[in-house]
């Protein structure tokens, strides 16, 4: 079953598979987000007068019952038929007859396809949002555990000055902050509604585009019908955005448990369980589940650029292009989500060792704390620079750690500002919801 075919007109099977692609595969995850926008497209018919008040309950409570098997796992796209919208309305046709022919007045396949992209992806950025909110406070959980245990800090791969495991852990949450702020924005995007604005030129029927927009608790609409169509790509395009921010941090936090987990480090230590091991060298504890974190997240930190490029050259109005979107961001979600799950389930485990600074290797890791104290003695700095210079050249430097150190400016050492981290993605996350 096609929605555009006429009782004249075959199709070319090679055509067809063609240009199906992976559609059906990707549409049984639009499912039940076309069926809920049915349920409110049919509701808007029925006010404007083009659904009978009995046509409209009949279709609604065989929609209710499709959107039960969805919800059960029973619903499948059936040999011949195109694509999830067909299905539905096939569906419906058998079972109440004339009247499921009817939900399609005063929309196309154009409008209905962007709602339900909309309707997924606000579902799944709900998910990415509170997945990024669990790893959040396990992070902070963990600075504030791990505050006053020390770790050298690192430039251009050398040793440079003293960090701690209360600044690494939260520095890792507060940029989960900054990837809120984006998320933010793309749900603003996505939580508009291009319902009734059909193939992107509007409708002749006295559609009620508010009503459709209250109804799916969408934020707004998208006003202009061509603009609505124009949304479809880009609004995936800036979804794509946000997540390869969030993939890029949690990429770079794989990267710098691979370093730590080395024995050339030794910073921090896992369950073996979640390490494997070699075919040949029984020693070998790899770290394979944070390089594959880190591996496809840099994939999807690949996605808007593939998204752009599959744009970048399009004129205004609806092209078949845009079913590809679906193939190049679907996929990246899933394996989104599944990196958090996998990050979050290993950081709860982590174990930091607190002895690292007695490795001879640190001895220089606290020249710039000299550097200091001589400057709060009222030596000018360069000459305290200059001396201490001398000191690590001659192989005489030595600093005296046992009073502690004097790190107590915002976002130091003994200022994590946590608090405030913590208000800052608080406040964020209020606005990813459905009023």
């Not at 958090?340 to 020249?367: G, P, W």
Request: aromatic share 8%; glycine share 8%.
């Amino acid at each position: 079953m096609k929605l555009w075919s006429k009782s004249n007109t075959a199709s070319n099977s090679l055509v067809e598979s063609f240009t199906v692609g992976r559609d059906r595969e990707f549409d049984l995850l639009l499912a039940e987000h076309d069926v809920t926008g049915s349920l409110a497209h049919t509701q808007m018919l029925e006010k404007a007068g083009l659904l009978g008040a009995g046509e409209r309950a009949s279709i609604h409570e065989e929609l209710h019952r499709i959107l039960a098997d969805i919800r059960a796992g029973k619903f499948e796209i059936e040999p011949g038929v195109e694509d999830v919208h067909s299905q539905v309305e096939l569906l419906l046709t058998r079972r109440i007859g004339d009247a499921g022919k009817k939900i399609h007045a005063g929309r196309s396949r154009n409008d209905q396809v962007a709602v339900d992209i909309k309707l997924y992806l606000r579902a799944e950025l709900l998910e990415v949002k509170t997945l990024a909110i669990n790893l959040f406070g396990l992070l902070l959980d963990l600075s504030e555990q791990h505050r006053d245990k020390l770790l050298p800090g690192y430039t251009h791969l050398q040793i440079a000055m003293p960090s701690s495991f209360g600044l690494w852990f939260g520095a890792y949450a507060e940029s989960l902050v900054d990837d809120m702020e984006t998320l933010v924005a793309a749900f603003r995007v996505v939580n508009k509604n291009p319902l009734g604005s059909g193939a992107g030129y509007g409708s002749s029927f006295p559609l009620d585009r508010r009503l459709t927009t209250e109804l799916l608790g969408f934020g707004t609409l998208h006003f202009n019908s061509v603009y609505a169509q124009m949304s479809r790509g880009k609004t995936e395009k800036i979804v794509a955005q946000a997540l390869s921010n969030l993939a890029a941090t949690l990429g770079r936090m794989a990267m710098d448990i691979c370093l730590y987990l080395s024995q050339n480090f030794d910073f921090i230590r896992f369950p073996d369980e979640l390490t494997t091991g070699s075919s040949i060298m029984p020693h070998k504890k790899n770290p394979d589940v944070f390089e594959l974190v880190r591996g496809r997240c840099n994939r999807i930190q690949a996605v808007p650029n593939e998204l752009a490029l599959l744009l970048c050259n399009l004129p205004s109005g609806y092209h078949r292009d845009l079913q590809l979107t679906k193939e190049v961001l679907f996929p990246a979600i899933h394996d989104l989500k599944n990196c958090f799950n996998m990050m979050r389930h290993a950081l709860s485990v982590i174990e930091v060792n607190e002895n690292i600074l007695q490795d001879e290797k640190y001895r220089f890791l606290f020249s710039v704390e000299a550097v200091n104290e001589l400057a709060r003695q009222g030596i000018p700095f360069r000459e305290a620079y200059r001396q201490v210079g001398d000191q690590i050249e001659s192989g005489a430097f030595a600093f005296d750690t046992s009073s502690g150190l004097q790190h107590t400016h915002e976002g130091s050492i003994g200022n994590l500002c946590n608090d405030d981290i913590r208000r800052e993605m608080e406040y964020l996350a209020k606005q990813i919801a459905i009023i």
